[in-house]
């Protein structure tokens, strides 16, 4: 079966323009993270959806960025006006759910995408 | 702050090496998370624990809740080990943490030269 994917691998922009990333979870994973690795640094949480729940959006860095996610398929983050300390690897993973705090279920078991690129100039 | 500690931050090994990379944290969790990252690759999740110990292949991953420390070991290494080796915690209830937000080690950067 197909894993996670994301598109575009790379992307080039000037200051100030919008992005929009796009990430295709596993079929039947309710739940989708979002993540930014910049240079040197370890990953960072940006977003959290979980079904129809409302997501955590708690690790956004600021209000330029947003996420949707339609139904518990396909997610869009997006960052508005971009700025150079926005360049990274935007990372999406998604996992069948999450059942409670136990650390032994394959519920919780993210499967990550490859990541998307992104440059700003 | 909760925080995520990995050592060493590089590390070098000639084939055939056993390797040990460590991570520490700083309070209580409900899981943690050895992943591995190729260059230009994707991420694949190697082990999730939350106690004692688990093996796959050459790979070890052990954790002592008691002393908040974690350990991935890699018997018989081989360049093809050659990769970016990250931990991640989920904290627990009490230690602030929800049943999925992770914090991510800033990762060990493993050359196994041949």
């Known amino acids: 079966g197909a894993g996670v994917s994301q598109s575009p691998s790379n992307k080039v922009t000037e200051k100030g323009k919008d992005v929009e990333l796009r990430c295709d979870p596993i079929?039947?994973?309710?739940?989708l993270y979002w993540y930014r690795q910049r240079l040197g640094q370890g990953l960072e949480f940006l977003i959290y959806f979980q079904g129809n729940s409302a997501p955590d959006k708690s690790g956004l860095p600021s209000d330029r960025f947003s996420a949707e996610r339609t139904g518990e398929s396909v997610s869009t983050l997006t960052i508005q006006r971009t700025q150079q300390e926005d360049s990274a690897v935007y990372l999406c993973?998604?996992?069948?759910?999450?059942?409670?705090?136990?650390?032994?279920?394959?519920?919780?078991?993210?499967?990550f995408g490859p990541g998307t690129r992104l440059t700003v100039l | 702050k909760n925080e995520v500690e990995q050592s060493p931050q590089n590390l070098t090994a000639q084939e055939g090496e056993f390797i040990t990379i460590n991570c520490s944290y700083s309070v209580g969790i409900s899981a943690l998370h050895w992943l591995q990252q190729h260059p230009g690759g994707g991420i694949v999740s190697l082990f999730m624990l939350s106690s004692g110990k688990k093996k796959h292949g050459r790979l070890i991953a052990t954790i002592n809740i008691q002393e908040k420390h974690s350990s991935l070991h890699i018997t018989a290494s081989h360049p093809r080990d050659s990769a970016v080796y990250i931990c991640?915690?989920?904290?627990?209830?009490?230690?602030?943490?929800?049943?999925?937000?992770?914090?991510f080690g800033k990762g060990t950067l493993l050359t196994v030269n041949p």
């Open positions: 993973a998604s996992s069948l759910g999450v059942p409670g705090t136990s650390g032994g279920s394959s519920y919780n078991e993210q499967f």
């Open positions: 079929s039947g994973h309710t739940a």
């Open positions: 991640a915690v989920r904290w627990s209830r009490w230690s602030g943490g929800s049943n999925y937000k992770l914090t």
